[in-house]
DNA sequence: TCCTTATGTAAATAAAACTTTACTTTTAGT
DNA sequence: ACTAAAAGTAAAGTTTTATTTACATAAGGA
């Protein structure tokens, strides 16, 4: 499961932590799901996706 | 987090086990989650949402 | 260089998702 | 009514996601 969370907060000009508070996580939390150790449960998913106004499917993909 | 699991399995004519085993988790996760006891992970959604070509967002909602 | 902000990482813990086993209830067919 | 399949449920245990605290590193500005 990969993502372009990265990418999205740069363009929404936004720091790791500002987007932890944003989705209400710590920001360990982004982090780790940016660099991949994790996947983020899916209402958390919907709370990212929300924000940067795209779909699922957008930011997350299943690398098979 | 609601979902139309239940309506999508009777579409396609599945019962609980038969969607259990095609994305390969327990039935009782899937009555679970039909249920609303907890939520799938991410990779699980995507794997439901794949079987029945549609949107992570078509099948689940984030209620409120 | 010094200081600050952002990011990376790690260990211990907590919480949520999922499994396994097993039993009960519901539903539908004959 | 009887039976079988499907759905519901529950407890105990494992795995994964997320938190907290804490420290280390990178990058940039003054």
Redesign the interface.
């Known amino acids: 499961?990969k993502n372009t969370i990265k990418v999205l907060r740069a363009e929404h000009d936004l720091t790791q932590a500002d987007l932890a508070e944003k989705v209400a996580v710590s920001r360990q939390t982004i982090n780790a799901i940016e660099k991949g150790k994790f996947?983020?449960?899916?209402?958390l998913?919907?709370?990212i996706s929300r924000l940067f106004n795209k779909?699922?499917?957008e930011i997350?993909t299943?690398e098979e």
Chains 1, 2 share one sequence.
């Open positions: 499961m996947d983020p449960s899916l209402p998913a919907f709370k779909s699922i499917e997350f299943a």
